[in-house]
């Protein structure tokens, strides 16, 4: 994983546009994140191998911390948090949000094939 290059990772969501793709979407705060701080709310959410299409796409952000949206028939897909993405698939869209800790908090993918 690398830091996300806003122009190489826009190509890359631009080559999924109006296609059948599967997606991957995960976000957490950690499964233990109130034992170690009880002032942290544990969360997480995850959504795997669903079939999205999308007509428009695009990643923003700055300071090295951007987010994604995905604008589909029916509504929003969105990740924020981003960080780091890997370019060495080009069939895939691996984008990930990782904490001061380096631990993963989001994580967005985008492929043609199931995951």
Known sequence: M???????????IDSFKD????????????AYAS???????????FITNAVIRYSNGSIVGS???YRAGLKMEHG?????????WDESDPDRLILAGHDGQGKLVV???????PF
């Open 76 to 84: 929003w897909l969105y990740a924020e948090g981003l960080t780091t």
């Open 35 to 45: 034992h170690h701080d009880s002032s942290k709310h544990p969360a997480a959410n």
């Open 107 to 113: 994580a967005l993918q985008l492929s043609r094939e």
């Open 2 to 12: 690398q830091v996300i290059d806003i122009e190489q990772v826009q190509s890359r």
């Open 19 to 30: 296609q059948d793709i599967y997606v991957h979407l995960e976000l957490t705060t950690g």
């Open 63 to 65: 300071n090295g911390i």
